[in-house]
T-cell receptor, first 115, second 114 residues
Framework: NAGVTQTPKFQVLKTGQSMTLQCAQD?????MYWYRQDPGMGLRLIYY???????DKGEVPNGYNVSRLNKREFSLRLESAAPSQTSVYFC??????????????FGPGTRLTVT | AQSVTQLGSHVSVSEGALVLLRCNYS??????LFWYVQYPNQGLQLLLK??????LVKGINGFEAEFKKSETSFHLTKPSAHMSDAAEYFC????????????FGIGTKLQVIP
């Protein structure tokens, strides 16, 4: 099993450009998440999908959109990138409906720089 | 509502010394608690979790944590630090039963001095 995979690993954008970060999991998990990690701020939830067909805003959704394409895939889109979106982005998945589970499994991250 | 406070954003220990990373939580429902580790340029990996079974939880790499309800704490310990333990550690809390959001602390960077 590959677990959670993310593409790309690195990306440099100019202000105003758009891009989509891709995430896929092969663990048949119902729930998926997008976080950003910034120094001194821990992980902040951008959007999440509790189950296929649903998405909800997290703590810092402004400037982002998401698509839960199917049970495996959850993408994050930046429509018009801003320097404040320079960060490391992590995708995660979990299976909260299985007793004794609940932990999240993380991808390796995408390092995004917006100039 | 739930929150996590990690005391000390940076902790330094000597190789072979006790590692103690502090985590206090706040939760309006019985919590599930987690410790994750992040090595440089990698994602987070689960170290251990408390899901209302034994209050003393053992994890990978010799780490353990004790759930103390009266103190609302879930501190992470390891008797003897190894150079390979240098990483960032995150405490996290969620509710129990069905879908629950997870709230992460801001992380503690552990430095191990040879």
């Amino acid at each position: 099993n590959a677990g959670v995979t993310q593409t790309p690993k690195f990306q440099v954008l100019k202000t105003g450009q758009s891009m989509t970060l891709q995430c896929a999991q092969d663990m048949n998990h119902n729930s998926m998440y997008w976080y950003r990690q910034d120094p001194g701020m821990g992980l902040r939830l951008i959007y999440y999908s509790a189950s296929e067909g649903t998405t909800d805003k997290g703590e810092v959704p402004n400037g982002y959109n998401v698509s839960r394409l199917n049970k495996r895939e959850f993408s994050l889109r930046l429509e018009s990138a801003a320097p404040s979106q320079t960060s490391v982005y992590f995708c995660a998945s979990s299976e909260p409906y299985r007793q004794g589970s609940y932990e999240q499994y993380f991808g390796p991250g995408t390092r995004l720089t917006v100039t | 509502a739930q929150s996590v406070t990690q005391l000390g954003s940076h902790v330094s220990v000597s190789e072979g010394a006790l590692v103690l990373l502090r985590c206090n939580y706040s939760s309006s429902v019985p919590p599930y608690l987690f410790w994750y580790v992040q090595y440089p340029n990698q994602g987070l990996q689960l170290l251990l979790k408390y899901t209302s079974a034994a209050t003393l939880v053992k994890g990978i790499n010799g780490f353990e944590a004790e759930f103390k309800k009266s103190e609302t704490s879930f501190h992470l310990t390891k008797p003897s630090a190894h150079m390979s333990d240098a990483a960032e550690y995150f405490c996290a809390v969620s509710g129990s039963g069905g879908y629950q959001k997870v709230t992460f602390g801001i992380g503690t960077k552990l430095q191990v001095i040879p």
